[in-house]
């Protein structure tokens, strides 16, 4: 905790404003759409959850009504898992729509789990597989052959020396009897399956059998022969076998799931029965699809789901797309491809084989719809064996429809909510810095150089902290302003206090000369002793003649009267008389011809410029020049004055036009004058140049061989009236310390 | 008879040393330490010349009050404001007052004695016949000498004592500058620049008072000021 606060104090967000602070604050809103997300998911995962328990529930009563009723199950004694299982059993596909019987193996999914494979003499060489759809059995062979070879006869179909490739289908019928069919052709394309019948005289005789529909095609790597049968001439069992010859009427070699020595068939067909479909489709319901497997996974018959009332359309537009950005990450398995899908399927049905009942979500068909399964297991009537899985599946799209709706709408109204947040919040970060930063610039002006102080700072009508801290700032301020107002007035009231004293010394010695002269005259010690006195009571008065300088200066100037005048012309006097006031220094005077009329006080810029002047020649040398430039627009003249002579000191730049600041060291100046030098001049200098509407500056001459003061003054207006400074000092003069 | 010269002087020790000063020089001192003592003495008798301190025991105006008393009973007594304040609106309002000089008490006594005795003649000349040959002519300036007094176009101009000795210094030589430390020690004032240029000020403004197109104080920048005709 303590660690968190020193991060809070120096971590990187003290760095940022207030503005920025208070706004990261408000982004924390936008967890309430994520809260809103949160919310939505639990919401799903219940909803689905209760989906996925009555479509359980319905599972469970349809496997429950197929309890015990194997007749209703499969077909007739085909009763799977009795015998074990055997890898010659088939099971077909349930299709969904007719296949077409062309001798082609593209429509057929070689990859489906009930391929029966078996080895010949070139090894794996027949894949057999088998489908329903309605009454109809079909199955399809798919044979590696290097070379197929043709019947040389249709005619002669029973003639050893003419026997080419033949493919034998076995079946029992449903009186228990055993049809062997074969499949024999002098070419490509469609074949029928004759039977050999045994006529008179024991002539043996291939009759057509003309329910069976067959094609045999060329493939690739051998051949394909399409079988289909009607579903009511087969029995339990199912076979077929293919006698490969390398030539016509050669050694045959034989493979395929019949017994080689008899042509029996022992593979059984596990189909479901004829009445499962009639029986399921009275649980049908919309949108759920119902589909009977074997134990094996092997489906039986599936019923496609009729249409749902009202098509299922995923809301469109940008804020729902955004939102499903968020939602659909990881609440539903994306098993996309057709593959991961049946295997999910697959993997519910082996749960469901095992006993239980199951229930899994995996994806649609179709972009981001979700299916919900169920599983039950059908048990035989005493309960102990598992003989097949019924499965519903239905698309979830309904709730996910719910979830959308409900989301969008809590979206927006957070995501208005957020923005309404974060507005507010920045208003109200934006009104509090701005209220801060004017109260702290107000703070900050407060107190001006001079010392002057207002106290109207902003915000003290605030009833809140703001306005606490804005009325304590005024109270402090109030205090200082006391504190300064009583040591600006402390000069004052100190010079006129100690004058009085003062004038009792001066009277005192002159009284005490006068009466010495009477009486005589003064010995020659006393003499020197009351001259010594008088010479310091005088530095004394001169000290507090200039202590009050500033007042009287600052009266002086705000008493003066305007008028118009040629200031070119007065600057062209006032250096002609310094010419002869300072013979030891040069003056250049850089004055424009004609004249540069002005509305200000002559005398006060002729004051500005002695103290300019006598600044300069303070700072110079003898022989030093000194360089007197006016330069004048429509609006301004500017006056400056450039001597050479030490640079300015740094700090000296802000300072130097104030009251008591003298930068001037011990010895720094040729010919120092021996009397109290408080600076006075350069704050007459701003004083007067303020007067006027302008300002002074002081900067060193480029090459540091000398100073420049330069004073803007504004031609025609000035400040009338006092300027701030001349009233903050008015009641006494100042008392900064001199540097 | 010895002129009698009323000290008002809160300050015990500078009252009892212009006392000894002004009695060295023959006068007649008495000494008042407030405006109530020194009102019920002058109601009695009236000095010949009063040097009074603004601020006066609890009164800080008190001078000022007493000033325009004293002004109520004589219009002539001559009124001298010695103080230590040295500012321009006090100058201002003691001068408007009726005072004839204000002097601040950075005046060592020498210069005050020859305040006091130059107010002094001036009443004297006052009271006696004017001599022409102490009057220069100056255009429409007349200015006696002896009396102190200064009319134009034949109006008096009401001037205190250092303003007067500023003109006289000025028309002595007319056209000649006279510059600040020249005037000064004609008025006999050690001055700032600064109060010198508001004694040209209030000299220009109280001959503006009889004639507003009066124009004879010309300032010369950078050196001073001249009189023209």
Same mark, same amino acid.
């Given at each position: ?131 329903? /759809? ?95 049968? *009607? ?25 395929? #799931? ?20 009639? /029986? ?208 600006? #007035? ?5 010079? /006129? ?5 003062? #004038? ?236 | ?135 220069? /002519? ?73 004639? *507003? ?17």
């Amino acid at each position: 905790m303590n660690r968190f606060l020193e991060l809070l104090k120096t971590g990187p967000i003290s760095g940022f404003r207030l503005r920025t602070k208070l706004l990261l604050l408000a982004m924390t809103t936008l967890a309430l759409p994520w809260a809103g997300c949160q919310y939505a998911r639990e919401m799903e995962t219940v909803l689905r959850q209760s989906e996925q328990q009555s479509l359980l529930a319905v599972t469970t009563t349809i496997a429950g009504s197929l309890r015990g009723r194997n007749e209703l199950l499969f077909r007739a004694d085909s009763l799977p898992g009795s015998e074990g299982s055997n890898p010659r059993d088939i099971t077909p596909v349930v299709l969904s729509g007719v296949p077409l019987i062309d001798g082609r193996s593209d429509e057929w999914d070689t990859s489906a789990r009930n391929l029966v494979r078996v080895a010949g003499a070139g090894g794996d060489s027949l894949r057999l597989l088998a489908a329903t /759809h309605e009454r109809w059995l079909y199955l399809a062979l798919l044979v590696r052959d290097d070379r197929w070879i043709f019947d040389a006869s249709e005619l002669n179909a029973l003639n050893p020396e003419t026997l080419g490739d033949r493919v034998w289908l076995a079946f029992d019928d449903k009186r228990g009897g055993q049809q062997r069919l074969f499949f024999g052709s002098t070419g490509p394309g469609a074949v029928h399956a004759r039977r050999i019948e045994t006529q008179e005289y024991g002539r043996e005789e291939a009759v057509e059998e003309p329910r069976i529909q067959s094609v045999w095609q060329r493939s690739r790597d051998g051949w394909v022969l399409e079988i289909g049968i *009607p579903m009511s001439m087969v029995g339990q069992h199912l076979g077929v076998l293919i006698d490969d010859r390398d030539r016509r009427g050669a050694r045959r070699s034989s493979y395929g #799931t019949l017994e080689t020595s008899d042509l029996r068939a022992t593979g059984r067909l596990i189909a479901a029965s004829p009445d499962l479909n009639d /029986h399921l489709r009275q649980f049908s319901q919309p949108g759920v699809e119902l589909m009977v497997a074997a134990p094996s996974g092997a489906v039986l018959t599936r019923l496609d789901a009729p249409a749902l009332p009202g098509d299922y359309t995923r809301m469109r537009g940008f804020l729902p797309r955004m939102y499903r950005v968020f939602l659909d990450g990881g609440a539903i398995p994306r098993s996309v491809s057709q593959s991961d899908r049946e295997r999910a399927g697959q993997e519910l049905i082996e749960r469901a084989a095992r006993g239980a009942p199951a229930t899994a979500l995996f994806t649609g068909r179709y972009e981001n719809s979700v299916i919900v399964a169920a599983a039950a297991p059908i048990f035989t009537a005493d309960g102990k064996r598992v003989v097949g899985v019924i499965q519903l599946a239905q698309t979830a799209d309904r709730w996910l429809t719910l979830r959308d709706q409900a989301l969008t709408r809590l979206l927006n109204l957070t995501l208005f909510v957020t923005l309404f947040a974060v507005g507010a919040a920045f208003w109200f970060a934006g009104r509090m810095t701005l209220r801060i930063s004017r109260l702290g610039a107000a703070s900050e002006t407060a107190l001006s150089r001079e010392g002057s102080l207002s106290r109207v700072l902003p915000e003290s009508e605030a009833r809140d902290e703001l306005g606490d801290l804005s009325r304590s700032f005024s109270s402090l301020l109030g205090r200082l302003d006391e504190y300064t107002g009583y040591l600006r #007035t402390l000069a004052g009231k100190l010079a /006129h206090e100690i004058r009085t004293p003062l #004038t009792i010394v001066r009277s005192s010695l002159e009284n005490l000369e006068s009466e010495a002269q009477a009486s005589g005259g003064m010995g020659e010690n006393a003499r020197i002793y009351v001259a010594r006195a008088r010479e310091g009571s005088e530095r004394l008065g001169a000290i507090l003649t200039a202590m009050g300088a500033a007042t009287r200066v600052e009266e002086a100037i705000a008493h003066s009267e305007r008028q118009r005048f040629d200031l070119a012309a007065l600057v062209r006097a006032t250096v002609e008389a310094y010419g002869t006031a300072f013979p030891q220094r040069r003056f250049n005077s850089e004055v424009p011809a004609g004249a540069i009329e002005m509305n200000g006080a002559p005398e006060l810029i002729v004051q500005m410029l002695d103290k300019l002047v006598d600044n300069a020649v303070d700072f110079s040398a003898d022989g030093a020049t000194i360089t007197i430039a006016l330069q004048a627009n429509e609006d301004e003249a500017e006056i400056s004055v450039a001597n050479p002579g030490p640079p300015l000191p740094a700090e000296a730049d802000k300072r130097l036009f104030e009251s008591l600041w003298q930068s001037r060291a011990e010895g720094d100046v040729p010919g120092e004058r021996q009397r109290p030098h408080f600076g006075l001049g350069l704050y007459i200098v701003r004083l007067i140049a303020e007067f006027h509407g302008g300002s002074a500056r002081a900067v060193n001459l480029p090459d540091d061989s000398g100073a420049l003061f330069s004073v803007r003054l504004a031609r025609w207006r000035g400040v009338f009236g006092m300027s701030d400074t001349m009233r903050s000092n008015r009641d006494g003069s100042h008392i900064q310390p001199t540097q | 008879m010895k002129k009698t010269i009323a000290i008002v002087e809160d300050e015990r020790a500078i009252r009892d040393n212009y006392a000894a000063a002004f009695s060295r020089e023959g006068y007649a001192v008495r000494g008042y330490p407030n405006r109530r003592e020194a009102m019920s003495a002058f109601a009695a008798r009236l000095p010949d010349l009063a040097v009074i301190d603004i601020s006066l025991e609890d009164e800080p105006e008190g001078g000022f009050e007493l000033c325009r008393e004293l002004r109520g009973l004589s219009a002539e007594l001559p009124i001298i404001f010695l103080t230590a304040r040295d500012s321009e609106l006090d100058a201002v309002s003691g001068l408007r007052l009726g005072a004839d000089d204000f002097l601040t008490k950075d005046l060592s006594l020498a210069h005050l004695i020859a305040r006091v005795n130059a107010l002094f003649r001036r009443v004297d000349a006052l009271r006696r016949p004017t001599e022409e040959k102490q009057v220069i /002519h100056r255009g429409a300036l007349s200015l006696d000498g002896e009396r102190m007094s200064v009319t134009w176009n034949g109006q008096v101009v009401l001037l205190s004592l250092t303003e007067f000795w500023i003109v006289y210094a000025l028309t002595k030589h007319p056209g000649h500058v006279k510059n600040r430390q020249q005037l000064m020690d004609a008025a006999n004032v050690v001055l700032d620049d600064n109060t010198i240029t508001s004694h040209i000020k209030r000299i220009r403004r109280k001959f503006q008072v009889v004639d *507003p197109g009066f124009d004879a104080v010309h300032t010369v920048y950078g050196m001073g000021y001249r009189w023209v005709e």
